[in-house]
């Protein structure tokens, strides 16, 4: 399919907002307002052939509408059964919500694709709250919603009473004061439950030895420590720094961004050569540099040893 083609069928399909709306008693009928050539480019699609008989036209112009945009349609009905009943004009009206915002037409496969719930959303009620918290919360100016969304798409998930207002209300309670940071740096901190994540990652810094200051201070120059799983990421991390490199905890109260680099890829690696070399590097030099540059550290370090 064409790109001319393309953007003329999505804007009969998904953007027009003069497009009349297909309700259950016209969906079996003849589409007449779609152009023909659109038309014929809809009979042509695989999704229009026999095997597909039992759908019906309203479902497919759906389901295509969602394909010209991007959107894998069997990922997106299938994460929201909620698109089964939707119907065009409710996704017309999304989309030109969206794009009133500032959002791209070009930003929806990602934004869809991650959370196709936003494809069935009450604008009013659920949307709309989202960006006059973005504006009035975090101080986000309209011309920058955008690069907010793309940021983390979730955000139009999240409710603002439940979940965005507690999470920066915890957070600012931590000692994060930089508005700018968490609106455009790191907005997943705001999606997170202070409950069942935030929490979580606290106490188990505290359990490996830090005081409460300690690992607030930790969190608020390596934000990511919020993200990292304590199973997968923190345990078998601090387990290693531990027992292999017999590490202290002012070490990692120094570079708390030990927790963000792969165990198996840097971590392990680094440390056997700079073990091999006999050479003893600060967790910040031996990781943060590029290969080269630790080669020539453990050159270096190796020589003035």
């Known amino acids: 399919m064409s790109a001319a ?3 003329a069928f999505q804007s009969s399909l998904c953007i027009s907002s003069q497009k009349p ?17 659109p038309k014929s480019l809809l009979h042509k699609h695989p999704l229009y052939s026999s095997a597909h008989h039992n759908l019906s036209l ?30 065009l004009d409710s996704l017309n009206s999304i989309i030109s919500f969206l794009q009133s915002k500032g959002i791209h037409q070009k930003d929806f496969p990602r934004i869809f694709g991650m959370c196709p719930q936003i494809l069935t959303s009450n604008i009013k009620a659920e949307l709309g709250p989202v960006f006059s918290f973005l504006s009035q919360d975090l101080n ?10 793309n940021k983390c798409p979730r955000l139009l998930t ?10 920066l209300f915890y957070l600012q309670r ?16 705001l999606v997170s439950s202070v409950e069942h994540t935030l929490i979580p ?5 505290e359990s490996i030895g830090f005081s409460i200051s300690e690992a607030k201070s930790m969190v608020l120059r390596c934000p990511g420590l919020f993200t990292f799983s304590i199973e997968n990421n923190y345990k078998p991390k601090f387990e290693y720094f531990k027992e292999e490199m017999n590490g202290d905890l002012e070490e990692l109260k120094a570079f708390p961004q030990f927790f963000a680099f792969s165990l198996e890829k840097r971590i392990k690696p680094r440390h056997i050569e ?10 910040a030099n031996m990781l943060k540099s590029t290969d080269d540059e630790f080669k020539e550290l453990l050159r270096n370090n190796g020589a003035n040893s």
């Not at 700079?274 to 967790?283: E, Q």
């Open 174 to 189: 931590l000692g994060f004061r930089d508005l700018e940071a968490l609106a455009y740096q790191d907005p997943v901190l």
């Open 274 to 283: 700079a073990i091999k070399s006999g050479v003893k590097l600060p967790l």
């Open 5 to 7: 083609a393309a953007t």
């Open 140 to 149: 986000v100016p309209e011309n920058n919603y955008r690069k907010v969304i």
């Open 21 to 37: 709306s297909f309700s259950p008693t016209n969906s079996q009928e003849p589409n007449t307002h779609l152009p023909s050539k």
């Open 158 to 167: 999240s409710s603002v009473r439940d979940q965005l207002k507690p999470a």
């Open 58 to 87: 309203q479902i497919k112009e759906k389901i295509l509408c969602l394909e010209i945009m991007g959107i894998d349609s069997g990922k997106a009905l299938s994460l929201n059964p909620s698109l089964h009943t939707t119907s």
């Open 201 to 205: 990652k606290l106490k188990f810094l």
